[in-house]
């Protein structure tokens, strides 16, 4: 962020200002000379009674309060005068009055005070040491850390001025409450200047580098004559500007001539209000209630307008608990949460919420972003508004810091509706709740909670065509472009068990059928619904296409074979296979796991048996990809598998004239570490991919470039070696991108790293600047391959591979 750019987010009331002593320069005191700074303090303290002088304003000030010919009284009068300013620069002026959102300095004078009085702004100076955090809107806070000599007495210097060293290390800045304060506003604020603070404070300092994304935002203003050591110290901490006060006072009013507001009262970033616009043209469609149910999209025009119309048309059925949560959290103020697992229905149960808190004469406030603008835009929200308010937080573990700020600073009175997820509430209630020092009301519901009347009408609803679930389940039911079933959880296993344990399932079906009150989605589920019935009744997928077309009395005509086709995938041969995906559908909660695995393996060997080698690597795949189908299936269990079942037909003609299966059976073999079976398969495989057509080898060379390389380092180096990394670069620079080579050059790329970590010892200097120079040259290749978006982390994984092979050969 420029500098212009900081001073553009301070004059939009979006920063909060750091003064040190460096700000002082140019102004006068009651003793018509300079404010002292650090250096005049030492010079003070350093009383040529007290003997030899002292290096640390600090150390000497406490020898000076000690020494019985001084003492505390002597400089409390003398220094009073010394802080009070009688005059000041205009360049002083412009920088206070801008629209900071809080002041806090260590200066112990009073020309921040002068200078907003000057100005016209009303403020409230604080003494960190005693004055509590009032946070007034209508009021700039200047918070003086270390005291100010111009409001109080002698009898008070001991205790609310830190100037000895001793009084810094009694109550360092971080175990005061206005650390905390200043935490929050360095991450919600736009800007955060410091003028002439040289970041002595080792607790200021620590907390620049712990908040996130600060350095950014963050601009030290220091005198013109900083050498480049005090420059080069401070910019750890953000953008250091060695113009001086006067300079940057200049800059400002440059900036005020042409600046434009941001931020206006009706224009917000962070919240948008909820409100409800009826369109007399406004209907409930099926597409609207799909979009509910599927996706959680809520529009809560149609949830009014369903009670409105006299055709009893439904768009959503309100959740039990609204109505009682209602009643609890709309007694002002109160905190209400909400939580359950993930896709649950969180989002649409506080959506029917914010549609009855609307109608009860609240002002309903969603926060969608989080930023530094959220804080300042509550705030406008809290001064403008007539209503009771209530803002709403969803994910709140998002929004701690905020949240807290708001319990411990605001006493408008405010009601919060916070939501998110079982595990995250259980881990931040406690957090929120120490924060809520007022003792507002605190009220919690439970989402996962379903009634057996609200299984029931949701059942019936999901079949209807009307989709009448006012929430969205846990669970995503169809992706209609990738026709992949997943997410199924406990409460969609709650609805379809009752469906399928009830009759209500085929006599809906034989009721509504091709009728206009069944759309395509609705068409859709019941067939989900079929296959999942037929799952049970433990038929492999061949099977249930014969149940589907074969005129079975139940489903005879009731499916046409290409919506069939749209959920179970047919391979290159017409026949039925298992996608991954639909794999681990099948491994969630609605089965047991035992049922499945065995269920599987009889669905893989019944494609076998009508001639497909495609199930095997789909599940073996699955396997590699899928943790929970790793419980039911090691890779190894599935080489043993493949090894069985192909030693038995691998004398047939359709298997011995197909090359991806004799690679198949190869990878197999190499995963044993059976070199001879595994050259041989590959050999084979090469064999029958040269007696068809236009078949382009690139899986196979992939394949046999890692396993010649795996050997290598198996068997100890050959001669051959070269020729190898050679042929595997060759491969890798031709073929990356070619879309049947799905990830072997990624493995390769890992390989190649493997090989050259092993034979690093053995390489000339040739040798290991040909090889650097081939692994530079895919590492190129792979960074701007389309294969990354495919496989990301076997990308990543091989790109780092290849660095560390080349930082090896330097």
Same mark, same amino acid.
């Given at each position: 962020m420029t500098l212009d750019e900081l001073i553009s987010m301070a004059l939009d009331g979006r920063s909060i200002l750091f003064v040190g002593s460096g700000f002082t320069i140019g102004a006068v005191n009651e003793n018509n000379r300079a404010v002292p700074n650090v250096d005049s303090l030492l010079k003070y303290f350093n009383a040529s009674e007290l003997g030899k002088p002292f290096k640390d304003y600090r150390t000497a000030a406490e020898r000076y309060m000690r020494d019985g010919r001084f003492g505390a009284a002597r400089a409390y009068a003398e220094l009073k005068r010394e802080f009070s300013v009688k005059s000041y620069a205009s360049f002083h002026k412009s920088v206070i009055s801008l629209p900071w959102k809080r002041i806090y300095t260590t200066n112990y004078d009073d020309l921040i005070e002068k200078c907003l009085n000057s100005a016209g702004k009303p403020f409230r100076s604080l003494n960190a040491a005693k004055d509590a955090d009032p946070y007034e809107r209508d009021k700039v806070s200047v918070v003086h850390l270390n005291g100010n000599f111009s409001e109080m007495g002698c009898l008070d210097f001991d205790s609310l001025i830190r100037l000895t060293e001793s009084s810094y290390i009694a109550e360092r800045f971080s175990q005061r409450p206005y650390f905390a304060s200043f935490r929050n506003e360095l991450r919600t604020s736009g800007a955060v200047v410091f003028v002439g603070y040289s970041m002595a404070d080792i607790d200021v300092a620590k907390l620049l580098k712990d908040v996130r994304e600060v350095e950014e935002k963050t601009v030290l203003v220091i005198g013109p004559a900083a050498d480049e050591e005090e420059i080069y110290s401070l910019s750890k901490y953000g953008l250091v500007a060695p113009i001086g006060v006067e300079k940057f006072a200049k800059e400002i009013e440059k900036q005020k001539l042409t600046h434009q507001p941001v931020l206006t009262k009706k224009n917000y970033y962070c919240l948008r209000k909820f409100t409800i616009q009826p369109n007399p043209f406004d209907r409930i469609t099926d597409r609207?209630?799909?979009?509910?149910?599927?996706?959680?999209?809520?529009?809560?025009?149609?949830?009014?307008?369903? @009670?409105?119309?006299?055709?009893?048309?439904?768009?959503?059925?309100?959740?039990d608990g609204v109505r009682s949560f209602l009643g609890k959290i709309s007694k002002k103020p109160a905190i209400g949460y909400v939580h359950g697992d993930l896709a649950s229905g969180k989002s649409v149960f506080v959506q029917q919420l914010c549609c009855e808190l609307d109608r009860t004469n609240f002002d309903v406030w969603l926060v969608e972003k989080v930023s530094e603008f959220l804080l300042e835009e509550i705030e406008s929200v809290l001064l403008n508004s007539t209503k009771n308010i209530i803002i709403i937080f969803d994910n709140y573990e998002l929004y701690i810091s905020e949240i807290r700020y708001i319990l411990e600073q605001y006493k408008t009175d405010v009601s919060l509706l916070l939501s998110s997820s079982t595990h995250l509430h259980e881990l931040n209630r406690a957090t929120v709740s120490r924060a809520n020092s007022r003792s507002i009301a605190e009220h919690e519901y439970n989402i996962n909670t379903l009634s057996n009347a609200e299984i029931a009408g949701l059942s019936r609803a999901l079949l209807t065509g009307e989709l009448r679930g006012a929430f969205k389940v846990n669970a995503t039911v169809v992706d209609i472009e990738n026709i992949v079933v997943t997410r199924c959880r406990r409460m969609m296993r709650d609805v379809l068990l009752y469906l399928l344990d009830s009759k209500y399932i085929e006599n809906r079906i034989r &009721?509504?059928?091709?009728?206009?009150? !069944? @759309?395509? &989605?609705? *068409?859709?589920?019941?067939?989900? $619904? $079929?296959?999942? #019935?037929? /799952? &049970?009744?433990?038929?492999?997928?061949?099977?249930?296409?014969?149940?589907? /077309?074969?005129?079975?009395?139940?489903?005879?005509?009731?499916?046409? *074979?290409?919506?069939? #086709?749209?959920?179970m995938r047919f391979d290159e041969f017409g026949h =039925?296979?298992?996608?991954?995906? !639909?794999? &681990?559908?099948?491994?969630? *909660? %609605?089965? @047991?796991?035992?049922?499945?695995r065995d269920a599987l393996l009889r669905v893989a060997k019944r494609s076998y048996e009508l001639s497909s080698h495609r199930v095997y690597d789909s599940l073996y795949r699955a396997c590699m990809q899928h943790g929970r189908i790793k419980e039911l299936f090691s890779p190894s269990s599935v080489d043993d598998e493949i090894i069985g079942f192909y030693d038995q037909v691998k004398n047939m003609n359709f298997f011995r004239q197909n090359p991806y299966f004799w690679l198949q059976y190869a990878i197999a073999r190499w995963h044993k570490r059976e070199r001879d079976l595994t050259d041989s398969c590959i050999k084979l495989a090469r064999e029958a991919g040269e007696r068809i057509a236009g078949f382009k080898a690139f899986q196979i060379d992939h394949f046999e470039s890692v396993v010649r390389l795996e050997y290598l380092m198996d068997n100890g180096l050959t001669p051959k070696y070269r020729g190898d990394v050679e042929y595997a670069v060759k491969i890798l620079e031709t073929q990356i991108d070619?879309? #049947?080579?799905?990830?072997?050059? /990624?493995? /390769? $790329?890992?390989?190649?790293? *493997?090989?050259? +970590?092993?034979?690093?010892?053995? =390489? +000339?200097?040739?040798? #290991?600047?040909?090889?650097?120079?081939?692994? %530079?040259?895919? +590492?190129r290749v792979v960074e701007t391959s389309d294969k990354k978006d495919d496989y990301p982390q076997e990308a990543g994984t091989a790109i780092e591979r290849l660095a560390k092979a080349a930082r090896l050969l330097r």
């Open positions: 609207d209630r799909y979009d509910l149910y599927v996706y959680g999209v809520f529009k809560p025009q149609l949830h009014l307008l369903q @009670d409105s119309e006299a055709s009893g048309s439904v768009y959503s059925v309100e959740r &009721q509504v059928f091709n009728s206009a009150e !069944m @759309d395509t &989605q609705g *068409r859709r589920f019941i067939l989900i $619904c $079929c296959i999942i #019935k037929l /799952l &049970q009744a433990n038929l492999t997928l061949g099977e249930m296409e014969d149940a589907f /077309l074969s005129g079975e009395p139940f489903y005879s005509g009731f499916f046409r *074979r290409n919506e069939i #086709k749209a959920i =039925l296979s298992l996608s991954p995906a !639909m794999a &681990q559908y099948y491994t969630t *909660r %609605l089965f @047991d796991p035992n049922e499945v070619d879309e #049947k080579t799905k990830y072997y050059p /990624l493995r /390769l $790329c890992v390989t190649l790293e *493997r090989f050259v +970590s092993e034979v690093i010892s053995n =390489l +000339s200097r040739n040798d #290991k600047k040909f090889i650097s120079d081939a692994i %530079l040259r895919v +590492s």
